[in-house]
């Protein structure tokens, strides 16, 4: 997801994005000023140990100057997702050295792989439904969220999930896999699909910095073909029923932006042949080369024709047709598209 919460969305707060950032930054160089000191004192200061505390030092002396997170070849402003990550760093990704940008590659590469660990099958069938999910990330690594569980207990519940981390590149897969986490260990805990939401979101308020949050659908499938579907604050979910489609539009706020968000839930009964298609705005706010948005229109009118296909041939007509849409154009955010068709 593309940050669109600018500084004055924050406004709320009393004060402004960069701020928090700043702050938060400080605090982190503070804490880890600390942790070195006590490790210096037991250490009998070995070499390194003094070495870092000269860094930590250095950025405190930078961050007072109001030179921090100034890239000091180019005086070009650091990614903020590098700073978050490590606060230390003095230099933009332009202006890496031959060993730190090899470096950076081999952690990229390791994320990746990490990440692709966490994802379901691209086709997965079982209980009467059939799934296809297709995930593109920008970068090596991506801010999308997708899983599917299966709920180990007698109810025999599945669970989709598909979110959308604020920012891009590794600070949101961080996150990323943060959400999978939290949600893999709630859907174990048998909790309601709301309840499980509810307390996501106050996880997640509380172990991220305030500038971050996630959209996400959750949805509950039983085996009698009755879903629950949650959105927060993500992009409609499109159910498909005959030529019909129905959007099950968001009803509370993305995750992290309020410890305490309320987010109701909605019901249907899916019969065989009907389907669910969920989607990250990669898809709906892809551009043409003529800076035309995708949108969510074509994306419905594609869905009510295409509402026979089976799951695969049903992600493959949305990224058929964005294809043709982008005519060349690239694609400028994270995208995944998830498919889900009852078959019983
Ligand atoms: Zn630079």
């Known amino acids: 997801m593309k940050l669109r919460l600018g500084a004055r969305s924050f406004g709320y707060r009393g ?55 100034i890239c000091e070849t180019c005086h070009d402003t650091i990614e903020k997702d590098r700073l978050i990550n490590d606060p230390l760093i003095r230099y933009c990704l332009d202006h890496l050295t031959a060993s730190q940008r090899r470096a950076l590659e081999q952690d990229l590469q390791l994320a990746s792989q990490l990440q692709r660990g966490l994802l379901p099958n691209q086709n997965l069938a079982f209980g009467g439904w059939e799934v296809c999910s297709h995930y593109q990330p920008l970068g090596l690594v991506s801010g999308d969220y997708c899983d599917v569980v299966t709920h180990q207990n007698e109810s025999q519940d599945i669970f989709f999930a ?39 979101s106050r996880v997640f308020c509380q172990s991220t910095i305030s500038t971050l949050f996630a959209t996400l659908v959750l949805v509950r499938a039983g085996q009698s073909g009755n879903i629950e579907v ?27 932006l309020f410890c305490e968000g309320v987010y109701p839930t909605q019901k249907a009964e899916m019969a065989s042949g009907d389907a669910l298609l969920l989607y990250t705005d990669g898809l709906s706010e892809a551009r043409s080369a003529n800076e035309e948005e995708y949108g969510a229109e074509r994306l419905k009118e594609l869905a009510a024709s295409s509402w026979a296909l089976s799951a695969q041939a049903l992600v493959a007509a949305c990224i058929d047709d964005l294809e043709v849409f982008r005519s060349g154009a690239p694609l400028l955010d994270d995208l995944t598209v998830m498919a889900i068709r009852r078959v019983a």
Do not use: W
């Not at 927060?232 to 099950?248: N, R």
């Open 230 to 256: 949650c959105n927060a604050g993500h992009c409609p979910a499109l159910l498909l029923q005959g030529g019909k489609v129905i959007e099950l539009r968001a009803t509370g706020v993305p995750l992290g």
């Open 15 to 69: 004060t402004t994005m960069a701020d928090v950032q700043e702050s938060f930054l400080h605090g982190q160089l503070l804490e880890r000023r600390q942790r070195l000191e006590t490790a210096i004192a037991s250490s009998r200061g070995s070499e390194s140990l003094l070495q870092l505390l000269d860094e930590v030092d250095s950025a405190l002396e930078r961050m007072k100057a109001g030179t921090y997170g």
């Open 162 to 200: 598909l979110g959308d981390v604020s920012g891009k590149g590794v600070a949101a897969s961080m996150l990323m896999s943060q959400l999978h986490a939290i949600f893999r260990t709630l859907i174990a805990s048998g909790l309601t699909v709301q309840a499980m939401v509810e307390r996501a």
